[in-house]
């Protein structure tokens, strides 16, 4: 026998446990959106079951089976009660496309995900789903509505980068750097990442200095060839310039630039590879002082050619410097002095740097300050341009997106983002597959904790598949459903102004922050059905 629930993307389907979510099957969406749902299925006996479509939308639906990954670093050191399980084990995680045909185990859950959309936009009005499921012995029948509202969302405004790691995609992959191939796998990871929100995408002028051990290196991925010899040092950009033309083809619209000094304080430099005496060597890294003669001399040299480069590709207002990532307050004095240097090279273009003491924007070493969602405070109404960002340290009251958490935790964060009028959010982990500190390399679908570091979820939003295809995760997707809502909301601002948007967000409950907003999948649905509702109301009264 075949037992069969419809749930809303919110639900996270354990194997081990019968869904206690609300059945879910009507919802309404703009014509250019993306909405998902699942089906969460048992049968009393091993069986396959065959999924089929019957709708007259049906060209737009594509179907996932969500797997289960295992997590040995199910939560982190603070993370609160807004939790489903602490304990390690296997997550709903893995969206693996499907035909229709799915195997259940006797007596196990499983979900069937549904994603509807349409490049060419919906049809507008009530589209129904059918989803016949099939099984030797019999056939199981669930029915969703998609409410499809003659309206657009607004195109995303929001700035979103989750950084990209090209060197995790040659390791796991054994490309070597800059082969076709290398090129090939790189821009399919772009795609996907474009799709589902990331217009902004770190570029790696050299080896980023994010996440290396003191006194070992990453892959070497450096775009900016450098020759030096006793004429001092010329440059050649033809792979910058490859790089840049793969992201605009693409959709990606600006671009950071790698860190110039090192994670942490700014201390030292980036592993810097050149020719020298027609011979490749490491000319910079962990031996080198940040602020040393050298390194300020070989920045004066690259300033002005890599400036003239980005003005005549057309990307001056679209280009953000990073000094170093995370500096603690103890750190001031050296991203002091790192900042200083940046700024009189490259002061035509913003700075911007993940760090959480209010003291290095006060000061003005930093233009664009991206402090973490539980630093943020200080931050709202004292920067004219507010950004954030979140990591495995972010777990306590704040959203995220850990295995652990409900996907409502992690969709939440749209909401937020308009509330605070947020214009950039920054992950680090797009493809993180290496262990903490970039000691060695992880399989994904294994070990999703950086060698026992991270929470699950933390390091990365997709897997590696076959031929350089990425492979989702649910938590991609309903990370995507955020910067959706986000965009409604803006619609609705654009409709009837933000006093009046701000009231339909918080009709009925405490004013949301980022560490207080109901901890409801109900709440997360309803507050999306009313916004729809609003803007369907207030386009209707100017027409």
């Known amino acids: ?70 997590s040995s670093l199910a939560v982190g050191k603070t993370q609160d009660d807004y939790t489903l399980r602490r304990e390690s084990g296997y997550f709903p995680e893995l969206l693996r496309p499907t035909d229709g045909r799915i195997k259940l185990g006797a007596g196990k859950w499983k979900s069937l995900w549904l994603e509807v959309y349409s490049k060419d936009q919906l049809s507008v009005g009530e589209q129904k789903v059918e ?19 003659d309206m657009l969302l607004p195109e995303q405004s929001l700035i979103y980068t989750n950084w990209f790691h090209t060197d995790c995609i040659a390791t796991y992959y ?51 060839g450098v020759e030096y010899s006793d004429s001092g040092y010329s440059f050649d950009f ?82 953000y410097f990073h000094v170093s990532d995370e500096p603690s307050k103890s750190m001031l004095r050296s991203y002091r002095k790192a900042s200083k240097i940046v700024k009189e090279l490259f002061g035509d273009f913003k700075m911007i740097d993940a760090l959480s003491s209010y003291d290095f924007y006060e000061k003005g070493l930093v233009e664009l300050p991206i402090p973490a969602t539980n630093h943020i405070k200080p931050f709202i109404g004292n920067v004219p341009e507010l ?96 910067l959706q809502d986000m965009r409604a909301l803006q619609l609705a601002e654009s409709l009837a102004g933000r006093e009046r948007t701000l009231e339909v967000l918080e009709k009925d409950i405490q004013p949301i922050a980022f560490d207080k907003y109901p901890h409801s999948d109900e709440w997360q649905l309803g507050c999306r059905e009313r916004i729809n509702d609003f803007c369907k109301a207030e386009s209707k009264k100017q027409k």
């Open 174 to 224: 054994g490309l070597e750097v800059f082969s076709e191939d290398y090129w090939r796998y790189v821009e399919k990871y772009l795609e996907v990442a474009r799709e589902y929100g990331m217009n902004m995408v770190l570029t790696p002028l050299f080896t980023p200095p994010l996440d290396t051990k003191v006194g070992k290196e990453r892959l070497t991925v450096q775009l900016i």
């Open 238 to 319: 033809s792979k910058l310039d490859r790089w840049i033309d793969t992201c605009e083809r693409v959709g990606i619209k600006y671009y950071e630039m790698s860190h110039l000094f090192t994670q942490w304080g700014a201390k030292k430099c980036p592993k810097i590879v050149a020719k020298v005496n027609g011979k490749e060597e490491r000319i910079f890294g962990w031996k080198t002082r940040a602020s040393g003669k050298k390194y300020r001399a070989f920045l004066s040299a690259l300033a002005p050619k890599l400036k003239e480069f980005l003005i005549n590709k057309g990307l001056t207002d679209r280009v």
């Open 387 to 482: 950004w954030t960002y979140y990591c495995s340290a972010q777990s306590d009251g704040v959203a995220n997106r850990f295995f652990s958490m409900p996907s409502q935790r992690n969709r939440v964060l749209g909401y937020q983002l308009y509330k605070f009028d947020v214009k950039g959010f920054l992950h680090w982990g797009y493809n993180f597959w290496y262990k903490r500190l970039s000691v060695g390399e992880v399989d994904p679908y294994k070990e999703t904790d950086a060698g026992g570091f991270f929470p699950s979820g933390d390091s990365y939003v997709v897997y590696p598949g076959k031929d350089g295809e990425p492979l989702l995760s649910l938590r991609l997707k309903v990370f995507f459903d955020g």
């Open 1 to 70: 026998m075949l037992r069969i629930i419809p749930l809303s993307s919110l639900a996270k389907v354990f194997s081990d446990e019968e869904p206690k979510a609300k059945p879910f099957n009507k919802l309404s969406m703009f014509r250019n959106e993306r909405a998902s749902v699942q089906i969460a299925m048992q049968s009393d006996s091993d069986c396959e079951v065959f999924a089929e479509i019957k709708s007259k939308i049906s060209d737009s639906v594509t179907l996932y089976e969500v797997e289960e990954i295992y």
């Open 131 to 149: 989803v016949a499921l099939k099984t030797q012995s019999g056939e199981e029948k669930a029915e969703f509505v998609f409410d499809v509202i």
